[in-house]
């Protein structure tokens, strides 16, 4: 059962306008998120996280939403550009303290210039 | 160079042959941990250790063994490969803080072909 799910696994987005990608989950002791940002042949880089005492974090562009009651999980990217083209993977944070980050799928944003 | 090492970066082999996957990282992270990537699939863990001497299952461990004798090494072995292991395969650390592993740092990845 996937308990983070990433349903959209495409979007493209014109270069300076935003980016929405979202994610989903189920066990609701999940108490923080983090978001992945992974380029071909590369592996996957931290971005931004959020844990659940928080709505929202903000570093630079990247805008993360958290609400808890919907169990739904948002990343804004302000204003998109073409080098934000990734595959961008939501993870939770295993709540019994294992170290372990539970993933979703990915989704592939791809910013035209 | 400090950071997280995977070799080989590409690896082709045979079913029913024995592939050992390599992780060496530099910071002395207590975790560490071995994902594949498949499509559709997004990231799955296939075994992890919070220690050296330590590991534990995740979430696809069939038809893999891992070892950890020192910190900074965590060898991810196929024993006997088949096509379905095909997939590109990440290593990742994290340190260990207040009770809770933090932020994972991914290695490059290994990307695996069985014939």
């Known amino acids: 059962d996937q308990q983070v799910k990433q349903n959209s696994p495409s979007l493209s987005v014109q270069e300076g306008r935003i980016s929405i990608l979202n994610c989903d989950y189920t066990?609701?002791?999940?108490?923080?998120f983090l978001w992945y940002k992974k380029y071909p042949a590369e592996g996957p880089t931290f971005l931004i996280s959020?844990?659940?005492?928080?709505d929202k974090n903000e570093d630079g562009r990247f805008t993360v939403f958290l609400n808890k009651s919907a169990k739904h999980l948002s990343l804004h990217i302000v204003p998109s550009q073409p080098g934000d083209s990734a595959v961008y993977f939501c993870?939770?944070?295993?709540?019994?303290?294992?170290?372990?980050?539970?993933f979703g799928q990915g989704t592939t944003l791809q910013v035209k210039p | 160079d400090a950071g997280i090492t995977q070799s080989p970066r590409y690896k082709i082999t045979e079913t029913g042959r024995q592939v050992t996957l390599m992780c060496h990282q530099t910071?002395?992270?207590?975790?560490m941990f071995w994902y594949r990537q498949d499509l559709g699939h997004g990231l799955r863990l296939i075994y992890y250790?919070?220690?050296?001497?330590?590991?534990d299952k995740g979430e696809v461990p069939d038809g893999y063994v891992v070892s950890r004798s020192k910190t900074e090494n965590f060898p991810l072995t196929l024993e006997s490969a088949t096509r379905s292991q095909t997939s590109v395969y990440f290593c990742?650390?994290?340190?260990?803080?207040?009770?809770?592993?933090?932020?994972?740092?991914f290695g490059p990845g290994t990307r695996l072909t069985v014939l």
């Open positions: 990742a650390s994290s340190i260990w803080r207040e009770g809770n592993a933090d932020t994972q740092y």
């Open positions: 066990n609701s002791m999940f108490d923080y």
């Open positions: 959020i844990s659940s005492i928080k």
């Open positions: 993870a939770a944070s295993d709540p019994s303290n294992t170290g372990k980050l539970i």
């Open positions: 910071w002395s992270h207590s975790y």
């Open positions: 250790s919070a220690a050296a001497d330590i590991t």
